[in-house]
């Protein structure tokens, strides 16, 4: 069973199908994120990076990212040589 997490207000939250979270008692909502959504994304936009010879620019558009974070993420790749 998912384990729900608490509030400040000390009230239990509940949950909807899309998993999006409601605080019952102070209204607060809230989703829990995803990380292997994440990191599978990332790959993808390496992929387009490296092989679809897309610019930083276009896939920090597409993704919402910057430059700056895109190139950290893509370095963890570069780094990590195919066995």
């Known amino acids: 069973m998912l ?5 400040a207000c000390n009230s239990m939250v509940q949950r909807n199908i899309k998993h999006r979270f409601k605080c019952k008692e102070c209204g607060l909502l ?3 994120g995803n990380p292997g959504v994440s990191k599978q ?4 936009w390496f992929r387009d990076w490296i092989v ?4 930083y620019e276009h896939i920090s558009f597409e993704s919402g990212y910057s430059v ?5 993420y893509f370095e963890g ?3 990590d040589y195919p066995t």
Do not use: A, H
Not at 52 to 55: A, D, L, M, R
Not at 68 to 72: A, G
């Open 41 to 44: 994304n990332r790959f993808i």
């Open 30 to 32: 809230f989703t829990r």
């Open 52 to 55: 679809g010879k897309q610019t």
């Open 68 to 72: 700056r974070t895109l190139k950290r």
């Open 77 to 79: 790749y570069l780094s």
């Open 3 to 7: 384990e729900l997490p608490k509030f």
